[in-house]
């Protein structure tokens, strides 16, 4: 059981909580001592912080940092809801600590944590965490794995999870540092299934109005549910399960990109297949990236002016219900042998119902979608973002409490 943990496992565990009084002892006993912050410009980005407390996770809604790590964690057989409280009250304590700017309990490089730089941590539960801990009769209807796809070539190493922590900052020596002390708590409940980083532009870098650019040179993340006017898109409401009021769905996609052949696409082909301007994001029906796209539009040719295949076309919702929020990341990787790049999107998403925002889309774009002969999604998984937490209570309390 992991819940009977050995010296040696709490060790190597570098701390790992065992019962939330230790936490404090292990801290005391293997951290270094506190880290002074050093001295920054007022308006420094190493400065800013996000606030952890509240009535959702930040890292949703939070404009999006400029570097992220998320990290699944597979649970071990017969991991018990006590245990998997132990591990949600050591990532809380150690996530208010380090979104603050202060070090971890424990924590063996505590100057690593004096530069939040925007923080934040963002925990979800997989499917597998409800079946191993005991669970299942809680999980939400949409918490499973996404239906087969004919594009997907999905590689077991980039899907799947039955936890999730979602570390972002606009510093990757912050978010390395972060997901090192959040790590070394897991490790007595399970194993790392999967790690994957990205990377974008940070908010602050983009000219006013522009939204972040993938690298295909293509705006990724037009059009957003607008914050307390469309927030039953993203959170979940009433009509949702008790416990996860306040939560929403995460839907992470690891979708490769061709980059060697699209290359050989000339720009008037490029924003064909998207069906957007590569210069300003705009459609190719509008002047400005807000503007909403005109299907009806015909050329003079006598054609649609935007593709019957373009990916705008097909990725756009057909009501207000298949809005959902979007996050993605670039990410690059070595390549394999005799390819230029290993390059492509972490796409993340985060709905209040998955089986009803995300799966429509993602099925029409799998019957058809001119940007599929230059993308393959390779990874998939799905995740319930736990809700937020005020000062003194645990992520997953909700659950694990009720």
Not at 44 to 65: D, K, L, N
Not at 104 to 132: M, N, Q
Not at 134 to 149: N, S, T, V
Request: charged share 20%; aromatic share 6%.
């Amino acid at each position: 059981m992991v819940s009977r943990l050995s010296r040696r496992a709490f060790l190597a565990g570098g701390g790992a909580v065992v019962g939330g009084a230790t936490v404090g002892l292990a801290g005391t006993a293997l951290g270094a001592e506190p880290a002074t912050a050093p001295a920054l410009p007022e308006d420094a980005t190493g400065r800013s912080t996000v606030p952890f407390h509240g009535t959702h996770q930040a890292g949703v809604r939070t404009p999006p940092q400029a570097a992220a790590t998320l990290v699944a964690v597979d649970l071990a057989a017969g991991t018990t809801p006590a245990d998997l409280t132990r591990l949600l009250r050591a990532w809380t304590q150690d996530a208010e600590r380090l979104t603050a700017g202060v070090p971890a309990l424990g924590d063996t490089e505590p100057e690593l944590a004096t530069v939040p730089a925007g923080l934040t941590v963002t925990v979800g539960l997989g499917p597998g965490a409800f079946d191993v801990t005991g669970l299942a009769d809680r999980r939400p209807e949409w918490l499973a794995p996404l239906p087969a796809f004919g594009i997907d070539r999905l590689d077991e190493r980039w899907s799947g999870g039955d936890v999730v922590v979602q570390v972002c900052a606009d510093d990757a020596v912050t978010v390395a540092h972060a997901v090192r002390v959040l790590a070394k708590q897991a490790r007595p409940f399970g194993t790392v299934r999967w790690v994957q980083h990205g990377f974008r532009n940070s908010a602050g870098s983009l000219p006013a109005g522009l939204t972040h650019r993938n690298l295909m040179g293509q705006v990724d993340g037009t059009v957003q549910p607008l914050d307390g006017v469309e927030d039953d898109l993203v959170w979940v409401g009433d009509d949702g399960p008790g416990w996860l009021r306040g939560g929403t769905g995460m839907v992470v996609r690891r979708i490769a990109m061709h980059l060697d052949a699209w290359d050989e696409q000339d720009r008037p082909a490029r924003e064909r297949v998207v069906g957007r301007r590569l210069s300003d994001g705009s459609p190719l029906t509008g002047t400005r990236e807000e503007h909403p796209a005109d299907l009806t539009a015909v050329g003079e040719d006598g054609l649609p002016v935007i593709d019957t295949a373009a990916h705008i076309r097909r990725a756009g919702p057909l009501h207000r219900r298949e809005r959902m929020l979007r996050r993605p990341y670039n990410y690059a990787a070595p390549p394999p042998p005799g390819q230029l790049s290993d390059s492509g999107l972490l796409f993340i998403a985060f709905q209040a119902d998955v089986a009803a925002q995300f799966v429509p889309i993602q099925q029409r774009l799998d019957e058809l979608d001119l940007l599929n002969q230059w993308t393959t999604p390779v990874g998939s998984a799905v995740f319930a973002v736990l809700p937020g937490v005020a000062p003194g209570q645990y992520l997953g309390q909700t659950l694990l409490e009720s």
